[in-house]
RNA sequence: GCCCCCAUCGUCUAGUGGCCUAGGACGACGGCCCUUCAAGCCGUAGACAGGGGUUCGAGUCCCCUUGGGGGCACCA
């Protein structure tokens, strides 16, 4: 009988969470989606140092822009709360005093300095850096005295001397270490708070969490939380640890990989499903060829044993490429509704507000297969809102063209586009098509000349759906700019 | 230095002893389409780290070497 899934994401709120915490998040929220369990929010703020003004905000942020909705957490609650460590102190503190009692842990008065140099003496040895346990040995009277001295003590944990302490874990297997090798590591600081390793295992007993599926950086300190659920007389729960993310040098990604947090990702116009379906995918697959993948599709295939053992690089190149493929999949009003915020933010100031979402109707089927990332829409749609574009001299003479086959090419073109009844992408091809064997011409030169006119742009959709959109007026008066500026050149 | 983990194309991966002359995806390159750019379609190059075993047979199992990563705080 498996007791009910119960997973949990435990952040410390150091900072703005980053892809690989987020990763992080996201199996446990896939393994409890699909398990039918629960997925828990718990804050891991036991460092008083480390704490970051706004980072648990930051943290409801990263988790909400990707949809990975808490069952249990600080601001929603839960029957195993509280869901911040600050505010548990007391259950540490018992667990560290019955551990005392039991003679399994001790206190520990050595300085931070002695520690220090001791640790700087280790390593000149070339020795393994550990606590040296002269506090181990300390007898009853030895510690009162200290205790008279007013001495601040820590609380660490009496590793056996013989031993192996092993576990299974649901990715890596059978894993095992020599208790001799482990070090009397600390469970309570002088401060009062626990550290991670005494917390995670208080706390995820007491929250009856069934699964810890966590990154791999935690492998070798799992057996002090395996001697600890032994100790304290817990049920331990299953470990799944799943590999890393690594930056383009394999090395463990960080900040100065570059744009390392989640909500970077946001800002730079990527979709969440794209980062959701792309995160998968780095340590989890389903089979050998499927990529794409809905939230459905992840909640009903995701499964630990499909976790992959080896790190995984984070590689921008396929992210960008699923989130051309999520825009792709989105309807005109699908896009226009995530755009327009940035458009209401990036264009121009003298383009009126609210933007016209109708004249964006039409032109977000010419660029939509375009866009890449959210961000690019205003470079992509300046120009039919712009009044006034800007053309460059050089820009405007195309390959194989110079200054005067491009003057006679728009003073050919404008009679015949002002006499156009109907200003249509039929209508243009039927006048323009022609022309360009009239005068000589490839297609491609005349529609190359015409569009950097139009559009003041080498780059932009198919000519004559563009110049529709935009409109006679706006096309002839461009046009007419454009003949200026080449006539003006010498 | 010690401990742990890992090892298939540049990258993400499939592969759980014969279905592998190793499959897919991104990227790269070439082509088609074509008014540019995209998208789409077609194609090409590209990997089992090395060495020993085990076996009739090893990418797949074992060992060693090498390489990479992670950990070794009163940080998580």
């Not at 009910?4 to 929220?29: C, D, E, K, Q, Y």
């Not at 799992?222 to 383009?248: C, D, I, R």
């Not at 493929?325 to 226009?336: A, G, H």
């Not at 039919?384 to 574009?389: G, K, L, N, T």
Request: net charge negative.
């Amino acid at each position: 009988m498996s007791r009910p899934v119960r997973v949990r994401f435990a952040p410390s709120p150091t900072g703005i969470p980053h892809i690989g915490n987020m990763r992080t998040a996201l199996f446990n929220w896939l393994f409890a989606r699909h398990s039918d369990g629960k997925f828990i929010l718990r804050i891991e703020d036991t460092d008083q140092t480390r704490k970051v003004e706004g980072a648990i905000e930051k943290i409801y942020e990263s988790l909400g822009w990707l949809g990975l909705e808490w069952d249990e957490g600080p601001d929603v609650g839960g029957d195993s709360g509280p869901y911040m460590q600050s505010e548990r102190l007391d259950y540490y503190q018992s667990a560290a005093k019955r551990l005392v009692e039991q003679g399994d842990a001790y206190h520990c008065y050595c300085s931070s300095e002695r520690l220090a140099e001791m640790r700087a003496e280790q390593s000149k040895r070339k020795e393994p850096p550990r606590y040296d346990r002269t506090c181990r040995e300390l007898t009853a009277g030895q510690r009162a005295q200290k205790e008279a001295e007013g001495l601040a003590s820590v609380v660490r944990y009496k590793i056996p001397f013989e031993g192996i302490t092993s576990f299974d874990d649901e990715v890596y297997g059978y894993v095992e270490f020599q208790n001799a090798l482990l070090d009397d590591y600390v469970i309570l600081k002088s401060d009062g708070f626990p550290t991670y390793h005494l917390a995670n295992v208080v706390d995820d007993h007491m929250m009856q969490i069934s699964h810890v599926i966590r990154a791999d950086e935690w492998l070798s300190s799992t057996p002090k939380h395996v001697l600890l659920y032994k100790a304290l007389e817990y049920n331990s729960p299953k470990y799944a640890h799943m590999p890393m993310t690594f930056g383009k040098d394999k090395a463990k990604l960080s900040k100065r990989h570059g744009a390392t947090a989640l909500l970077d990702y946001k800002d730079m116009g990527y979709l969440p499903e794209a980062m959701i379906n792309f995160l998968v995918l780095l340590g989890w697959s389903l089979d050998d060829k499927t990529e794409i993948f809905s939230r459905d599709d992840l909640i009903q295939h995701f499964s630990l044993d499909r976790i992959s053992k080896t790190g995984a690089v984070f590689n921008a190149e396929k992210l960008n490429w699923f989130n051309g493929y999520y825009i792709r999949q989105l309807t005109t009003d699908e896009l226009i509704e995530r755009v327009m915020p940035l458009l209401d933010a990036q264009l121009p100031a003298d383009v009126k507000r609210p933007i016209d979402t109708e004249y964006l109707k039409e032109i977000i089927p010419l660029i939509h297969e375009r866009l890449k990332l959210l961000t690019e829409i205003t470079e992509f749609v300046s120009f039919f809102f712009v009044d006034d574009i800007e053309h460059k001299a050089d820009e405007l003479i195309g390959k194989k063209m110079t200054q005067d086959s491009s003057i006679a090419v728009l003073e050919a073109s404008l009679p015949k586009l002002e006499s156009l009844a109907k200003f249509d992408t039929e209508s243009l091809e039927q006048v323009l098509r022609p022309l360009a064997e009239e005068l000589g011409l490839k297609t491609g030169q005349l529609f190359g000349t015409l569009r950097v006119a139009t559009t003041g742009k080498t780059v932009a959709p198919p000519l004559f759906q563009t110049m529709e959109v935009l409109g006679q007026d706006k096309c002839l008066k461009r046009i007419g700019l454009a003949l200026e500026k080449l006539k003006g050149m010498d």
